[in-house]
């Protein structure tokens, strides 16, 4: 079976664009590009440097679209350093090999659109890669059970890194979802339709972490092959590395060359691990054993602030700083702390100010972010439009991070920031792609209900918050969204019940109260609705908590002052959700207030300011 994937932006990953091309012949101003890389003229054959022609592919893919230069430079030289005038040089020679006038377009300050009409033929369906689904491994009594899914995770990582892949690795949020259900390798094969499942134990022994790895054809529940790994347990960085090796040499791929620990390739966590492992083997021991604890810090941090509990995102929060303070040169860290900050933000767990101020601190080391740490931008974007309200800024992180392929933060940060600019199907098509990709991601499941609820199809977001509740029903995302949606639409005593239970769980988690209360409201028990806001206001005098969903329940409750007093509040701390619930439906009855359209009209004008910014640009 042929499947192409692309990420939600568009953009063909690199690795996996010469897998994609070379299926297909492209035409263009009287030129052929056969899928081999022969480039012929009005028949005659031109030659091409490899440079050249992996650029003329890139733009191919991208006919029509901007590619932007550090794109460009990451799909034709990966992590080599080269000099920045390269893709310049490299474009320029490309153009006077084509000498064709305005072919290649240089958009100012963005970079490069292919601009001829360029026609496209399949030549043959092969070279497509098989499914591989990598469950967390499990592990014995001595072993952390992070490291389950962090060997899962980087091994995943590491397979992707490969220049001519010859499998696509799903999703690790499907992956992971499935797993935590208890659901045995085969099974979550067979519910992702992959053609191979990658699981595994891992053991203590007295000295060593043995790996045992397994790869199973799904079709047949057939064992492929399995690997045994050993390493010292004082170097765990070292089994993703080694099953990775393997396992790309398994699969007749290699994984890139590593760089030297002096210049560590700063967008590569598994690579990080290597430069770790290089340094405890080397004559630095002090210095080697502290980049290994942080790098340990650091693994177990990446786990543990996924779940939205307070305790153990603050648990991450403290381990990625005492990570970063031991090793600065952490990048994976640093952009998991930006992450986590907007997580925290969004939750009502941090401040916005204090988020935004964490998230920068943890990117400023870095420099350029755009060169040495893509994946931090999508964050950097969000803060810099929900908290700076500075869309120019935003729009220009989001955009030169457009290649970056999905993963529950990255879809995360974009959706939000498509729906806080009220793009409703921009932020819906981006959502139900990244559900073609990441089909039991309870996040993006529960983020598109709201979707549909913010643009205004009642009927199609009550479905999909029924969908996602009946998936997921203990899910924190699933029950907030599902609780506000069912109850806008009819059934409080269902979302009241929901959102007790979401409350009762996460005690923290203001906005699940927020959501209870206005339940409880929509069914009539307004008294109870208030109690719910009084004692949610009393825990809000200990610690910052997120208000504007309050605005909702005011207005359930005849207070529209009360709901307007709300929303300028939310306004004035740099409330993530501020601009979201301007469009919420559950506030028509503010439409027409003066004050309301001024808030209104106040996106409206940071929207016709980045008009302005980009055509002077």
Known sequence: MNRTVADPAGFVEPARADCLLSERVFSFAGFSLEPDGTLFHSGTLVHLPPKELEALRLLLAHAGRIVTPQQMRAALWGEVSVTADSVTKCVSSLRARLQIEDCIQTVYKRGYRFSANVVTHDVGGGGVPARLAIAPFSTHPGVPEYLGFTVAEETAAGLARSRY??????????????ARRGMSAQQIGVALQADFVLTGTLRALPCQYRLRAEMIRVPDAVQAWAEDVLVSRKRTAGLEIELATRLNSRLNAALPTHAPASAPPENDRL??????????????????????????????AHEAWRN??????????????RAIELDPSLIGARVDLANLC???????????????????????PIGDPAGRAVPILPALGWIGFHYD????????????SAHVPHDQWTTRARSFF???????SEAIDLLSEALALDPFSPLLHGRLAWALHLAGDARESLAQARRTLEQFPHDAAANFYGALILAYNGEANRAAGIAQDLETRMPHLG???????YALARAGKIQNARDTLAQAGWQAREHFALTGFNAAVYLEMDAPDEALNTLRQSEASRCPWFFQLLADPRLKALHGQPEFEQMLAALAQMEMQAEETAEQD
Do not use: W
Not at 166 to 176: E, G, I, K, M, Y
Not at 308 to 321: A, F, I, N, S, V
Not at 354 to 360: E, K, L, Q, V
Not at 418 to 424: D, E, Y
């Open 342 to 364: 907007v997580a925290q933000a969004i939750c009502g767990y941090m401040s916005p100010a204090d988020a935004a101020a964490m998230a920068r601190n943890a990117a400023k």
């Open 165 to 178: 892949p010859v499998v696509a690795v799903l999703a690790q949020d499907s992956v992971f979802t499935l």
């Open 308 to 321: 939205p509990q307070k305790r153990q995102m603050q648990d991450g929060l403290e381990h990625l700083l």
């Open 418 to 424: 498509a729906l806080s600019r009220h793009r409703f």
């Open 389 to 400: 309200r500075n869309l120019p800024d935003a729009l220009q992180a989001f955009e030169l």
């Open 511 to 517: 906005i699940a109260a927020a959501a209870h209360a």
């Open 271 to 300: 690579s990080i691990a290597a430069v770790a492992e290089s340094f405890a083997a080397s004559e630095h021991e002090g210095e080697g054993a502290r980049r290994l604890q942080a790098y340990d810090l650091f693994q177990s």
